[in-house]
């Protein structure tokens, strides 16, 4: 029973990352709002926040990925695991916030619990080349 439980909900954030991929935020958003408070869809929900710019609902998605009721449980996201992904996705938060250096720790963090979590990579390298001029300015 739990291990049918465990593919549900893999297979359920999967389709709510294709629809996230494709675009269609707002099909992703109802498909992990309907799941269990755990950390893959907060993930998705932080992805999806992120995109949009609406770091609340970011630092509130992984405000509960890293809350410690998880940290005996093992999870799985396509984009790597949740506490990396919402580590990447903090990481950024911090660094349009104006906190560059923090930004850096964090995506280093990031990296450090998935090495393979793209998202991870991805945060770290505008974090570490913001004074190179790579991000856009305002």
Request: proline fraction near 7%; hydrophobic fraction near 45%; include cysteine.
């Amino acid at each position: 029973m739990q291990a049918e439980r465990a593919i549900q909900g893999d297979w359920t954030i999967l389709v709510a990352e294709a629809n996230r991929y494709l675009g269609y935020h707002e099909k992703a958003l109802e498909i992990v709002e309907g799941m269990t408070f755990q950390p893959p869809p907060l993930a998705t929900k932080a992805l999806i926040a992120a995109v949009e710019g609406d770091w609340r609902i970011v630092r509130d998605a992984v405000n509960g990925i890293l809350s410690g009721q998880f940290s005996d449980q093992l999870f799985f996201h396509p984009e790597g695991s949740p506490v990396a992904v919402g580590l990447a996705a903090r990481s950024l938060n911090m660094l349009v916030d104006g906190y560059p250096n923090e930004a850096v720790e964090e995506a280093k963090r990031a990296i450090e619990a998935d090495p393979l979590c793209g998202l991870a990579d991805d945060a770290d390298h505008p974090a570490c080349s913001d004074e190179k001029g790579w991000l856009p300015r305002e």
